[in-house]
C-alpha cells in the first residue's frame, strides 16, 4: 500500500527526492515517517510529516540538509535530501500511521502500521 521510489546513487554534497505513494490509503489522514537503514545498522528515524503539514520533524542528523512535503492531491510525501553524506546511505522506508501520533513516539517503528518496501541510496564518490 505504500511505495518507496528515487533513490539512487549520489556524489557527496549532491541531492535526490525520495517519494513515498500510497495506493488503498488516503494520505489526508495519515502522519508519514521516513527511516533508513544502513547495513549492519539498526533502522533509524529520519523525519515524519503529520497529517497538518505544518506538523514536521527531523532527527538531529538531517536537520537542515533534508526537507519533507505532502500532496495530499498526487497521495504522496516526498523527502527531499541536499547536502548528502557518505553516512545517509542506506535504504530509506516511508511508513504511515493513521492520524498524529503523540511526539515521543514518531521516532519508533513500532507507531507506524504501513510500510513501504525500501529505496537504496548510496552517496559515494
Known amino acids: 500500500q505504500l511505495q518507496a521510489s528515487g533513490g539512487g546513487l549520489v556524489q557527496p554534497g549532491g541531492s535526490l527526492r525520495l517519494s513515498c505513494a500510497a495506493s488503498g490509503l488516503s494520505l489526508d489522514y495519515y502522519s508519514i515517517g521516513w527511516f533508513r537503514q544502513a547495513p549492519g545498522k539498526e533502522r533509524e528515524w529520519v523525519s515524519s510529516i503529520g497529517v497538518s503539514s505544518g506538523r514536521k520533524y527531523f532527527a538531529d542528523s538531517v536537520k537542515g540538509r533534508f526537507t519533507i512535503s505532502r500532496d495530499n492531491a498526487k497521495n504522496t510525501v516526498s523527502l527531499q535530501m541536499n547536502n548528502l553524506k557518505p553516512g545517509d546511505t542506506a535504504v530509506y522506508y516511508c511508513?504511515?500511521?493513521?492520524?498524529?501520533?503523540?511526539?515521543?513516539?514518531?521516532?519508533?517503528?513500532?507507531?507506524?502500521?504501513?510500510w513501504g518496501q525500501g529505496t537504496q541510496v548510496t552517496v559515494s564518490s
Open positions: 511508513a504511515a500511521v493513521r492520524g498524529n501520533p503523540v511526539l515521543s513516539a514518531l521516532w519508533l517503528s513500532s507507531t507506524y502500521a504501513y
